[in-house]
């Protein structure tokens, strides 16, 4: 096999994003993630290592399907995305003979650890909530956060979490806009690709803080622009920081709060990758290569995403139909458990706007198609 044809080997909690970014630039990937939906399937070799009931890579399981499809000296390299930020051991055991695009799992562990970023980000005089690595003697208005966890799912206001917990930190509830920036760096700097405005689960889940979905092509001031890419220029300088990242902020009378940095590609970069000629996936593998596009493109649309969750326990057959504007469909013959991702819906508009409002009128379509199911 010659070395333009190995595949990539993309491992992920869900790979089907960064898979159908470098389909789009002809780049060979194999694939193994949480949930094989078909979507993925179609554009790869995909393997399911995850415990299903938990929801987390099994370790053996998950190195096994890598030797398999993707051997040491017969892979162009690995790229990852979430599942693995508090799991570094395990991601420098999948590095093991392969070429890394991406973070190198010891800045994944600093930068993950609420006792290294957050006096990292006082060291640069950037502000964020406060942050305790003690549970307040007075918990209201604070949150309880896992350390190393992503997406949300973890995080629950402090007094409801219970005291035997482990691995927690606890950070002070701020009020503002929900926002996030994906951008690329090459070790030195950083490109903004865009921002975000993102969107909870909602009470009616369990967990009620868990990603839900988001816009892209947000349009904020010069003021707050300025500030968050000096922001990032600083972290990506002083970290070597590689690749597509996403930092999470809060935004309130312009002031910027930042929550967390997530040093690996984010669910939003499909929400500009058909925006750059090849993909971003191929922009991914440059800015760990040291290249940075020289500017942004124009966008073409403003485009939305949202998880729906399940209201109850689903077994999905070949009859559930879902309409061309869902992406991560679970294959024939899955189980979907009460309050697991069923599928992801997505939207586009001539705004940030209206990508939300045409968003919100198919979670509308997609509550009915699923209640007709259900019937």
Same mark, same amino acid.
């Given at each position: 096999?010659?070395? #333009?044809?190995?595949?990539?080997?993309?491992? =992920?909690?869900?790979?089907?994003?960064?898979?159908?970014?470098?389909?789009?630039?002809?780049?060979?990937?194999?694939?193994?993630?949480?949930?094989?939906?078909?979507?993925?399937? =179609?554009?790869?070799?995909?393997?399911?290592?995850?415990?299903?009931?938990?929801?987390?890579?099994?370790?053996?399981?998950?190195?096994?399907?890598?030797?398999?499809?993707?051997?040491?000296?017969?892979?162009?390299?690995?790229?990852?995305?979430?599942?693995? #930020?508090?799991r570094t051991t395990l991601l420098a055991r999948l590095c093991a003979g392969r070429r890394l695009y991406g973070n190198a799992p010891r800045t994944v562990a600093a930068l993950k650890d609420p006792a290294c970023f957050f006096p990292l980000l006082d060291e640069l005089g950037i502000a964020h909530p406060e942050v305790r690595l003690e549970r307040?003697?007075?918990?209201?208005? $604070?949150?309880?956060?896992? !350390?190393?966890? &992503?997406? +949300?799912?973890? !995080?629950?206001?402090?007094?409801? &979490?219970?005291?035997?917990?482990?691995?927690?930190?606890?950070?002070?509830?701020?009020?503002?806009?929900?926002?996030?920036?994906?951008?690329?760096?090459?070790?030195?700097?950083?490109?903004?690709?865009?921002?975000? #405005?993102? $969107?909870?689960?909602?009470?009616?889940?369990?967990?009620?803080?868990?990603?839900?979905?988001?816009?892209?092509?947000?349009?904020?001031?010069?003021?707050?622009?300025?500030?968050?890419?000096?922001?990032?220029?600083?972290?990506?300088?002083?970290?070597?920081?590689? +690749?597509?990242? +996403?930092?999470?902020?809060?935004?309130?009378?312009?002031?910027? *709060?930042?929550?967390?940095?997530?040093?690996?590609?984010? *669910?939003?970069?499909?929400?500009? %990758?058909?925006?750059?000629?090849?993909?971003?996936? =191929? $922009?991914?593998?440059?800015? &760990?290569?040291?290249?940075?596009? *020289?500017?942004?493109?124009?966008?073409?649309?403003?485009?939305?995403?949202?998880?729906?969750? =399940?209201?109850? +326990?689903?077994?999905?057959?070949a009859t559930l139909g879902l309409p061309d504007w869902c992406s991560d469909r679970p294959a024939p013959d899955t189980y979907i458990a009460a309050g697991a991702p069923l599928c992801t819906i997505h939207a586009a508009g001539r705004s940030a706007e209206h990508a939300a409002h045409n968003l919100r009128r198919r979670r509308r379509q997609m509550? %009915?198609?699923?209640?007709?199911?259900?019937?």
């Amino acid at each position: 096999m010659s070395p #333009e044809t190995l595949p990539y080997l993309i491992t =992920a909690a869900s790979g089907r994003a960064l898979t159908a970014s470098a389909a789009r630039g002809g780049h060979a990937v194999v694939v193994i993630d949480y949930f094989a939906d078909t979507d993925t399937r =179609a554009t790869a070799t995909v393997r399911r290592a995850a415990v299903a009931h938990s929801l987390q890579f099994d370790e053996a399981l998950l190195l096994r399907e890598a030797d398999d499809l993707a051997p040491s000296g017969r892979c162009a390299g690995l790229v990852y995305g979430s599942g693995f #930020e508090d799991r570094t051991t395990l991601l420098a055991r999948l590095c093991a003979g392969r070429r890394l695009y991406g973070n190198a799992p010891r800045t994944v562990a600093a930068l993950k650890d609420p006792a290294c970023f957050f006096p990292l980000l006082d060291e640069l005089g950037i502000a964020h909530p406060e942050v305790r690595l003690e549970r307040p003697a007075r918990q209201e208005g $604070w949150l309880a956060k896992r !350390v190393g966890a &992503c997406g +949300g799912g973890h !995080v629950l206001p402090a007094h409801r &979490c219970p005291e035997d917990t482990a691995d927690l930190y606890f950070q002070r509830f701020e009020r503002g806009r929900s926002l996030s920036v994906l951008f690329l760096a090459n070790g030195r700097r950083a490109h903004v690709i865009g921002f975000n #405005e993102q $969107w909870y689960a909602g009470q009616l889940q369990p967990a009620p803080f868990a990603y839900g979905g988001a816009v892209g092509g947000l349009r904020l001031s010069a003021e707050v622009r300025s500030a968050i890419t000096a922001a990032l220029n600083d972290l990506v300088s002083t970290t070597g920081l590689v +690749g597509i990242n +996403g930092l999470d902020f809060l935004l309130r009378d312009n002031r910027v *709060s930042v929550l967390e940095i997530n040093p690996r590609p984010t *669910s939003t970069m499909e929400l500009y %990758d058909a925006d750059y000629p090849g993909g971003l996936f =191929a $922009w991914h593998l440059a800015a &760990c290569d040291g290249e940075l596009p *020289s500017s942004p493109p124009k966008p073409l649309v403003a485009r939305a995403h949202a998880i729906v969750f =399940a209201a109850r +326990g689903i077994h999905v057959d070949a009859t559930l139909g879902l309409p061309d504007w869902c992406s991560d469909r679970p294959a024939p013959d899955t189980y979907i458990a009460a309050g697991a991702p069923l599928c992801t819906i997505h939207a586009a508009g001539r705004s940030a706007e209206h990508a939300a409002h045409n968003l919100r009128r198919r979670r509308r379509q997609m509550a %009915d198609i699923l209640n007709a199911e259900a019937a």
